[in-house]
C-alpha cells in the first residue's frame, strides 16, 4: 500500500490502514539508527525545511535527523531568526520558502490550522510538528509505534491520558489514533482541564488519578501547558501535584506490567515523579528513539516512496 496523500495534517483524518503502514515502515528504520554509519541514501536530493514557530527539542531534532540518515539537505528555520520578527506574515514566509523549490515542509506553530493553511497554498509536502493545541500526529505515531513495540498490539489495551488535556495536541491525536486503532482511552484531570463533550471523541472521563490509572496498560502523562492557559485554572502547581503526580504510591494501582509514557518535555516533580520517569515502567526514551524512525518513516512515505 502506498501512502497517497500529500501531507500529514492530522490523526484525525488518517485511516487505520494507513496508520499501520507508517508504523511497519517505521520500523523497517529503526534498523538504520543502529548502524555505525547511519545513513541510506534513499533521499537523495531531496530537501527538507523545518519551519519551527515555537520551541522544541524532540521533534524538531528528530525530523532534522530523520531528513539527514535518509540522505536529504535539511534546513532549520526559527521564528526568532528569520523574517517574521520584521513582519513578515506566515504565508509570505511559505511563498518564499516554496518558491526556493523544497520537497517537504514540517511546521510547528502556536495557532491551531497553520499547517492546514500552507497545505492548500504551497504544492510541498506539509507536515504538522505540532499546531497550537489543536494537533501533534507525528507524536501520537511514535507513541503508538511504542506501544505496538512493548505491547505487541494497541486494539484491546487500556490508556490513561492525564494532565491538561484541554490545551494538549498530543492528547488530541493520540485519542484519534488509539480509539481508531482499537484502545479503550480514558482521560483524566481536573475538570478545568477536561474539554467539554470530550466523551464524543470515544473516551471516558475521570477526574481522579487514582479512579483513572485502575487496572490499564498504559498511563501517559501530560505537562500542564502554562503557555497556552489564558489564566490561572488552580491555585499552584503544588496543589496539582498533590492530586495528579504519578508516584511510586499511586502506580501500584494500574497493571503489573504497566507502561509509563510522556511526550516531553516532563516537569519532574509536578506530573510524574524522577524515580517514575527513570524507573522501569518508563518508556519515556524509547518514544523519543521511535520519534526518529516514525519521522523518516513519513519523510520517505511522502517524498520518496511513491514509486
Ligand atoms: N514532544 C514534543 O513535541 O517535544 P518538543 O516540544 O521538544 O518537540
Known amino acids: 500500500m502506498k501512502l ?19 508504523l511497519d515502515t517505521a520500523e523497517s528504520f529503526i534498523e ?24 522544541s527539542t524532540r521533534t524538531r531534532t528528530s525530523f532534522e535527523i530523520a531528513g539527514k540518515r535518509l540522505s536529504a539537505d535539511t534546513i532549520n528555520i526559527s521564528a526568532s531568526t528569520s523574517s517574521v520578527v520584521k513582519g513578515e506574515t506566515l504565508i509570505d514566509t511559505a511563498r518564499n520558502i516554496e518558491a526556493m523549490n523544497p520537497d517537504a515542509i514540517v511546521i510547528r506553530h502556536s495557532a491551531a490550522g497553520a499547517p492546514h493553511l500552507l497545505a492548500r497554498m504551497v504544492k510541498q509536502s506539509i507536515i504538522n510538528a505540532g499546531d497550537g493545541a489543536h494537533e501533534h500526529p507525528t507524536q501520537a505515531l511514535l507513541d503508538m509505534m511504542t506501544i505496538r513495540e512493548k505491547k ?11 494532565g491538561d488535556i484541554a490545551h494538549s495536541r498530543v492528547a488530541r491525536s493520540n485519542i484519534y489514533g488509539l480509539t481508531k486503532m482499537g484502545a479503550r482511552v480514558i482521560v483524566a484531570g ?21 479512579d483513572a490509572i485502575k487496572d490499564v496498560d498504559i498511563i501517559m ?29 499511586n502506580i501500584t494501582l494500574a497493571k503489573d506490567d504497566v507502561l509509563v509514557m510522556h511526550p516531553g518535555p516532563i516537569n519532574r516533580g509536578i506530573e510524574i515523579s524522577p524515580d517514575i520517569a527513570d524507573g522501569p515502567y ?22 520518496g516512496g511513491k514509486s
Open 32 to 55: 538504520v539508527s543502529t548502524r555505525e554509519i547511519k545513513k541510506v541514501p534513499t533521499l537523495r536530493g531531496k530537501t527538507i525545511i523545518n519551519l519551527f514557530f515555537e520551541a
Open 152 to 162: 505487541g498490539r494497541i486494539a484491546g489495551l487500556a490508556v490513561a491520558i492525564v
Open 190 to 210: 481536573p475538570a478545568m482541564m477536561i474539554p467539554r463533550d470530550i466523551e464524543r471523541m470515544g473516551v471516558s472521563v475521570y477526574h481522579k488519578l487514582e
Open 282 to 303: 518508563s518508556v519515556i526514551l524509547d518514544q523519543v528513539t521511535n520519534g526518529v524512525a516514525v519521522r523518516m518513516a513519513l519523510l520517505y512515505l511522502l517524498i
Open 4 to 22: 497517497t496523500k500529500k501531507d500529514i495534517l492530522g490523526i484525525k483524518d488518517i485511516s487505520v490502514e494507513e496508520i499501520k503502514l507508517i
Open 221 to 249: 502523562m501530560l505537562r500542564i501547558q502554562m503557555e497556552r492557559q489564558q489564566q490561572k485554572i488552580f491555585p499552584s502547581l503544588r496543589e496539582y501535584s498533590n492530586y495528579f503526580c504519578l508516584n511510586r504510591n
